[in-house]
């Protein structure tokens, strides 16, 4: 028996604004970021602009290169490509700076941990994945091996981010290590079943 709407939309919700804020802790604690995060704060400096709208502006520029590859957005990539950012900018708005290396690092494995079960919230709602994997498959749709095509995204977003000032460190190598382990324990606790006659969209590793 398929789970109700209002129920998905509250799982899909609830892993978005937790998404947003595990970024905020991982900001705050100053020790790098995840390769796309990197990027999003490289563009942030450059652009004088709040972190939360550099992080919507690419997810709705990564949505129109969508359009060449034919892939179909859900509910979940829309709210992906508004909510997030929101959330990022007002947990930033709250939370303050850590001095302590040793609150810092704490941050950071929390930071780690919450973007591990918000992102297994997110994509068991089944409601559609997140602007930059739909790019991922789309493009490993076209024939290329999806693990070679990852590889080259994050490596490609990480390297432009360093360059404009995005924060590269520790945290991002801790990072690409132990999301996946984390989203892979987590997803089938989560995971809601399939909405009865639709295709299962939860086709995506990560939401970001």
Excluded: K
């Excluded at 970021?33 to 939360?52: F, M, N, R």
């Excluded at 404009?164 to 991002?172: N, S």
Aim: hydrophobic share 55%; aromatic share 4%.
């Amino acid at each position: 028996m398929s789970t109700t709407l209002p129920t998905r939309f509250a799982r899909l919700l609830s892993g978005l604004v937790l998404f947003g804020v595990s970024v905020a802790l991982l900001v705050r604690a100053d020790l790098g970021l995840a390769s796309w995060d990197v990027l999003h704060q490289g563009l942030a400096e450059w652009t004088g602009l709040p972190l939360g709208l550099v992080v919507n502006a690419v997810a709705v520029a990564v949505l129109l290169l969508w359009i060449p590859l034919r892939q179909r957005p859900g509910v979940g990539t829309v709210g992906n490509a508004v909510v997030v950012g929101l959330a990022v900018d007002a947990a930033l708005a709250v939370l303050p700076q850590v001095g302590p290396l040793t609150l810092r690092i704490a941050l950071l494995v929390a930071g780690i941990v919450l973007n591990g079960v918000a992102t297994a919230l997110y994509l068991g709602a089944r409601l559609g994945p997140g602007p930059r994997d739909g790019l991922m498959t789309g493009l490993a749709a076209r024939g290329l091996p999806i693990r070679r095509v990852r590889t080259l995204i994050e490596l490609a977003v990480l390297a432009v981010g360093w360059l404009l000032g995005g924060a590269v460190g520790p945290g991002t190598l801790l990072y690409a290590v132990g999301i996946g382990p984390i989203v892979h324990h987590l997803i089938p606790r989560f995971a809601l079943p399939a909405p009865a006659g639709s295709p299962d969209r939860s086709d995506s590793p990560c939401p970001a």
